[in-house]
């Protein structure tokens, strides 16, 4: 392991100019570590956003090649990390350590899938027009097109991933790809595993010869602020609560030139249990159930907060079996001190609601988050009331039953936006309840079929993103390949002499790419 | 030709309930059209919208052919209106004949080219990731991603165009392809025409059997604030003046659930002159570069507002012919009273600004633009002066001089965003200056060589979009088969019966796509 020096990492090089430092908690017994993080000053965080500035031309005009070489050696390097790393972050967050060999394995993959996308070179989006000077009234000219990245990009990583979606997550990863150079906002949640990735991704930077500043983190609180209002700063990409999600969305529509926000923030991922699957395992769903709101503490963004069934004897079996599924659960720690607290008071809210029935939970006290069940009426749903719709972060659940299908139609109309929405059903079920996907296509970005939303696979179709207030805009995702997107944009050359042309556009298609000419997919040379 | 009843488009419909009414004028005369116009009412507003929104189930999950068919009779229809529709639209915008028949092709052309995207389908952005159960540790679930439309647009025409950029146009065209219903805020400058543009559209939507409310159309000054307001509406299309995407876009974030717009705005087009071709053919080029800057009334987002060459004899040879050029170009009548006065004010503008010399131009006055030529000194763009970024819609240019290469680099560097940037050189400039084009990929959505920005081609490699001010969001182009993908967003099923995914992902390929299959493109159907 490399040394925590807690000092910020600015243009290659490391940087401690301020007076302010911070701790980093062990997250079970609130005992500070032996490190010291320096806050970055002012001047740091603007030299920081220039050194992306400045690495930015020499970075986005590389090779797809090289640029997947350096996200495989981020990748090699993560992999590097040992048990020692290991028992560093499970103390900052209170994972478990199989966990986190399995987010380290989730974070290079994820570098790995992004290296494999920039070989593919599909995310170039080449696309030519020959000229046709004969064409009549007026002759076309020769055009062609492609995607370059947006520039520096700024992201502020989770407290509930400390490895995937953080420091070298899937924002980082995806900007990496798409050529734009990333300032890192480091959690303070875990700011020392935030210190040992920094180190790993700029000795892959240094391995692989890539401009100075490609990689840049700074620490502390407040930084956020300056660094999203950098004028060197093109998109933002966020996980994290609403409230802080809004807040950077409006500070970027409000900077002189406004930029793009990618700001995943608040999901209850409503489970919809159907009737035959209810009838054929109600026992099994409510014991998969539990586990799944219970996992990992219930810190996911894809926890299901809401259970959603139809009246019936079969759906009452089911709740008293959730009931002593949940009772059974053993508490958890969680992240940090600031999520039990915001745990605490979202179940209190909850308990003190007069349309919202206690079902299962011991009650909350301590220094571990009690697993909790909740019964809500449905016109809760239905009124939209806000509790209903705001996560509690953490192992808690609310199952609220509906009397028909119009009754359910009319609930699932009345959600707010949602990164999934699951449906426990047998085949007749399914077809029986097409009609619901509509609906649910409006309101998600992923639709599940007897699965679990907690466990977001890292791959080409996946969709992390929903409409709002899931995420700020529903065009994009923060897990998968498609998230380069969100960093890209195309422009476009009219009449350039084919051999200063990008080599994804010249005529020999020198990168063997699948480009759009003259209206069809081809990977041919243009004779 | 229809009727020009002035009535509002909702859901099928036409409606008048308001009592407010507007007149059209002819933009040569000032003298009222015999139609009046019904400013809708806020109840009229939330209609319209909601209409769409119901609209909007139905149309988007019409097959890509079924929309196709939708957009082919669209451009039947734009195609049938006769020499009484083109004379109509002349007197509203003083534009000729021979301009609007050919931009009556352009609309209905724009609208088969987005058929042929409906019928190739890559527009759907198919990915499969097919289960892999005895992964190891854990197995992988079927993911599945495809591309809906985003819900009801709003769209904002343009005056400059009153078919290719409005009712009809390529914000309306990329919304229906996309599946979204549109409602449109009819342009004040050309209602008579928005109204015979309209009726088209309708007479498309019940010939093809679409559903009521996939076009609305809404008249009146102050319409717009409710109409981007409403919850139904998803995103926004804007073409027009900074201050008004500015405006729209404030609106749009501060939205309970805030929306993207894709406002075009603000471009003034830099042209590079290069020294070999001023030598070879300067005359030639201050010929060309007159017609450019005044075709039309320079009443194009394109417009090439910005000439800058290096300081050389043929330079000043080149700015005399220009400036002989620019003397005799005529007067035009602009679009309406409005861009007159806009017009001759950014003119006075220029005219009192003591870094900036009048080269060329009679004094303005009376009913129509005169042409102008100006000198600003480099310092006026080195230290960002905002009157030189500024566009000044109509038939003028200011022409800047730069000592060497250092300082044009640092000129460029000092430019705004931009729709395009021009070089004029030869192939030996076009060598020499080949450090220039990284600067101008930052700057611009399209850079062009040895032609001019006015015209632009609508064909798939086109962008018409670029970093701000020029658009609100770089990563969009407003014209062009790409602009599509602004109004859609992705969707994933995990373990969905085959039978029941839509037809795009379907094992058996019935849509025939290429598709992304386990990381490699294919148009196979899955075993």
Excluded at 7 to 21: D, E, H, L, P
Excluded at 287 to 315: D, H, K, W, Y
Aim: charged share 20%.
């Amino acid at each position: 392991m490399s040394t925590v020096t807690g000092q910020n990492f600015i243009g290659g090089s490391r940087s401690a100019a301020g007076t302010v430092t911070l701790e980093s908690l062990d997250a079970s017994t609130g005992v500070a570590l032996p490190f010291r993080f320096h806050q970055a000053t002012p001047e740091e965080v603007d030299r920081a956003a220039n050194a992306a500035d400045q690495a930015f031309v020499e970075f986005r005009q590389l090779s797809p090649e090289r640029r997947a070489e350096f996200l495989d050696a981020i990748a090699d390097e993560i992999d590097q990390l040992g048990d020692d790393f290991v028992a560093l972050v499970c103390r900052e967050t209170a994972l478990p350590a199989g966990r986190i060999q399995g987010e380290r394995g989730r974070t290079s993959g994820q570098m790995r899938l992004f290296a494999k996308v920039l070989r593919r070179g599909d995310f170039l989006g080449a696309r030519i027009d020959l000229a046709m000077p004969d064409r009549k009234p007026l002759p076309r000219v020769d055009l062609r097109q492609y995607r370059i990245g947006v520039g520096p990009v700024a992201v502020f990583g989770a407290s509930n991933f400390p490895l995937a979606f953080s420091t070298a997550g899937g924002d980082t990863a995806a900007a990496f790809a798409a050529g734009c150079p990333v300032v890192f906002k480091a959690h303070s949640g875990h700011m020392a595993t935030a210190d040992q990735v920094g180190c790993a991704i700029i000795r892959a930077a240094e391995k692989t010869g890539m401009p100075k500043g490609v990689f840049n983190m700074i620490f502390g609180a407040g930084v956020g602020e300056p660094l999203i209002k950098h004028p060197a700063i093109q998109a933002v990409g966020f996980t994290g609560s609403l409230h802080g999600g809004n807040a950077l969305s409006k500070m970027a529509a409000e900077r002189e030139q406004p930029i793009p926000v990618f700001a995943e923030m608040s999901s209850i991922n409503p489970v919809i249990l159907l009737p035959q699957a209810l009838a054929a395992r109600g026992d099994k769903v409510a014991g998969e159930l539990a586990a799944s709101v219970t996992m990992g503490g219930g810190q996911f963004c894809t926890n299901p907060g809401l259970v959603i069934g139809l009246r019936c004897p079969e759906l009452s079996a089911f709740i008293e079996h959730l009931t002593q599924q949940m009772t059974e659960q053993a508490p958890h720690t969680l992240l940090n001190a600031g999520g039990l607290r915001n745990y605490t008071k979202g179940v209190e809210h909850l308990l003190g609601h007069k349309g919202i029935t206690h079902l299962a939970g011991h009650t909350q006290s301590g220094a571990q988050a009690q697993p909790q069940l909740f019964k809500a009426d449905v016109s809760l749903l239905l009124n939209k009331d806000p509790l209903l719709q705001e996560e509690v972060f953490g192992p808690a659940t609310i199952i609220i039953e509906v009397e028909n299908d119009a009754q359910l139609k009319d609930a699932l109309l009345a959600l707010r936006g949602q990164l999934t929405a699951t449906l426990i059903g047998e085949p007749g079920d399914l077809e029986h309840y097409q009609w619901l996907v509509p609906i649910l296509e409006q309101k998600v970005g992923r639709i599940l079929v007897n699965g679990y939303p907690t466990g977001v696979e890292v791959c080409d179709a996946m969709v992390h993103g929903g409409p709002y207030p899931a995420t700020s805009d529903a065009r994009g995702t923060s897990v998968g390949s498609l998230a380069i997107d969100r960093f890209l944009r195309p422009v476009c050359y009219q009449n350039y002499p084919d051999a200063l042309l990008p080599a994804a556009l010249q005529n020999r298609n020198p990168l063997g790419l699948q480009r759009l000419v003259n209206g069809e997919w081809s990977s041919k040379a243009i004779a």
